[in-house]
């Protein structure tokens, strides 16, 4: 196959991974002589705040200005992004005066990229992504890091809160993958990194800034970098005109004159 900017944004779509408000939320912290029984009930009273401040929203669209260096070349793009919870991430990618260059459709089950520079369709079940990264890397993932959600498994049974000088600290691991968060004073993910045991595949995700819609917090500034073998992407995406839980479409036809590459 080719390399073409469809190949480039294809691999993109797997690794898409501080406003300080009036209200702070008030960690419960450890003293040395909690019992474990003490620590563990302290410990999920804290993961109940974390939950508590996850994005609850049915849609979601914006507009990311966005700086893209895939292997040390860069690009400014724009990234129009259209969101349906646990259904499907929409986004068309703009390039010089507003001319559309991709679009893709990623669902929980497939990956779609149209290259409308080349006349190039891609079309590959998700597990395609998982080549590049770990099979815990799936939808849900990356609509957590889109939207500044916590990773679903970075709060599973495997890891470990506690509360720094910083804030609040959440180390784990999850089959192969070695996570650490860090999060703001609204409870929020304000420094994500993923890495795998071999360390041959890294994610880090940074939120700058969080603004607050509707009463709930969606990143501003959104920085993703990533690197899984010979592949290493990063983006700075600024986002604007954010809005939630209004109707979104997802158009995405293909016509005749697109080749399908494998």
């Given at each position: 196959?080719?390399?073409?900017?469809?190949?480039?944004?294809?691999?993109?779509?797997?690794?898409?991974?501080?406003?300080?408000?009036?209200?702070?939320?008030?960690?419960?912290?450890?003293?040395?002589?909690?019992?474990?029984?003490?620590?563990?009930?302290?410990?999920?009273?804290?993961?109940?705040?974390?939950?508590?401040?996850?994005?609850?929203?049915?849609?979601?669209?914006?507009?990311?200005?966005?700086?893209?260096?895939?292997?040390?070349?860069?690009?400014?793009?724009?990234?129009?992004?259209?969101?349906?919870?646990?259904?499907?991430?929409?986004?068309?990618?703009?390039?010089?005066?507003?001319?559309?260059?991709?679009?893709?459709?990623?669902?929980?089950?497939?990956?779609?990229?149209?290259?409308?520079?080349?006349?190039?369709?891609?079309?590959?079940?998700?597990?395609?992504?998982?080549?590049?990264?770990?099979?815990?890397?799936?939808?849900?993932?990356?609509?957590?890091?889109?939207?500044?959600?916590?990773?679903?498994?970075?709060?599973?049974?495997?890891?470990?809160?506690?509360?720094?000088?910083?804030?609040?600290?959440?180390?784990?691991?999850?089959?192969?993958?070695?996570?650490?968060?860090?999060?703001?004073?609204?409870?929020?993910?304000?420094?994500?990194?993923?890495?795998?045991?071999?360390?041959l595949k890294n994610l880090m995700?940074?939120?700058?800034?969080?603004?607050?819609?509707?009463?709930?917090?969606?990143?501003?500034?959104?920085?993703?970098?990533?690197?899984?073998?010979?592949?290493?992407?990063?983006?700075?995406?600024?986002?604007?005109?954010?809005?939630?839980?209004?109707?979104?479409?997802?158009?995405?036809?293909?016509?005749?004159?697109?080749?399908?590459?494998?």
């Amino acid at each position: 196959m080719r390399k073409s900017i469809l190949t480039k944004l294809y691999v993109l779509m797997f690794c898409l991974g501080m406003i300080s408000c009036k209200s702070k939320q008030k960690l419960t912290a450890s003293s040395p002589k909690d019992t474990g029984i003490e620590l563990e009930e302290k410990a999920s009273a804290n993961l109940k705040k974390v939950i508590a401040q996850q994005a609850d929203f049915k849609t979601l669209s914006t507009r990311a200005a966005t700086a893209l260096s895939i292997k040390g070349k860069s690009y400014d793009v724009t990234m129009n992004i259209r969101i349906k919870k646990g259904e499907g991430i929409w986004v068309s990618v703009t390039y010089f005066a507003g001319i559309e260059v991709a679009r893709a459709l990623i669902t929980p089950d497939s990956v779609k990229v149209m290259d409308k520079i080349n006349n190039e369709y891609l079309k590959k079940p998700f597990s395609f992504v998982q080549k590049y990264s770990n099979e815990k890397i799936d939808y849900a993932t990356l609509e957590a890091i889109l939207v500044g959600n916590c990773i679903p498994f970075t709060l599973n049974n495997k890891r470990e809160l506690s509360v720094e000088k910083t804030g609040l600290v959440i180390n784990g691991n999850s089959d192969e993958i070695v996570y650490h968060v860090d999060f703001n004073s609204d409870l929020k993910p304000a420094y994500t990194t993923l890495k795998t045991t071999d360390e041959l595949k890294n994610l880090m995700v940074n939120v700058d800034l969080f603004e607050s819609i509707g009463s709930v917090l969606i990143p501003k500034k959104l920085n993703i970098q990533s690197v899984a073998g010979a592949q290493s992407i990063k983006l700075n995406m600024d986002y604007n005109k954010t809005v939630l839980n209004e109707p979104v479409d997802f158009p995405f036809n293909v016509s005749k004159r697109f080749s399908v590459i494998d």
